[in-house]
């Protein structure tokens, strides 16, 4: 599973290097590319291995279009779903339309969220991070079964 925060630069035609950690991560993947997609509720972008991303489009493609709310959530994530696959050097070509969606510029944040990646724009990532860490998560919000656990 994916964990842990890399700091990595985009070049200029938008490509990323995976860092060797993800990548050793990645090998345990029975398909080997990656999809690509938007975050419906941050202004980053979600990077799943393509077998965990197999499962989740199933999922999406069950949901009813006729209801507007899921419709969206379809619009979003599989319109903006593009396959990579990492060159020889590991990096990924990041579609023009999610950079612009995530406002990425040079600087990145790719962080582990267990099944999948998180692609931060830096100065974006920051300022969620400060907003993060000036409010104290309230217990009521999470699920019965995480307010039990002991850290």
Known sequence: MFRGMHHINLDAKGRLAIPSKVREVLEGFSASGLVVTVDSQDRCLMVYPLSEWEGIEALL???????PAPRQLKR???GYATECEPDGSGRILISAACREY???SKECVLMGQGNKLELWDKASWEAR???Y???????EDLPDDVQGLSL
């Open 61 to 67: 493609n069950k949901l009813p279009t006729l209801n």
């Open 102 to 104: 995530a406002n990425l």
């Open 133 to 139: 860490l000036s409010q104290p998560v309230s217990l």
């Open 129 to 131: 991070e400060a907003e």
């Open 76 to 78: 979003l994530l599989l």
